[in-house]
């Protein structure tokens, strides 16, 4: 149960691989390895957020 509890309230992407540029309202997501990225809007992204049940 605990290790279930850990799952569900970890973040679901890496805040580090992370690029918001305000000017734009655009929020750039780099992959694991460095070779692609992918460009949200600022909306899009949040809509893109897996949505945690509430515990």
């Given at each position: 149960m605990e290790?279930?509890?850990r799952y569900i309230?970890?973040?679901s992407f890496s805040q580090e691989?992370?690029?918001y540029i305000a000017e734009e309202s655009k929020a750039?997501?780099?992959s694991k390895d460095g070779k692609?990225?992918?460009v949200?809007?600022?909306l899009?992204?949040?809509a893109a957020m897996p949505v945690k049940p509430k515990l």
């Amino acid at each position: 149960m605990e290790n279930l509890t850990r799952y569900i309230v970890r973040a679901s992407f890496s805040q580090e691989r992370m690029t918001y540029i305000a000017e734009e309202s655009k929020a750039i997501h780099q992959s694991k390895d460095g070779k692609e990225e992918k460009v949200f809007g600022a909306l899009e992204w949040w809509a893109a957020m897996p949505v945690k049940p509430k515990l």
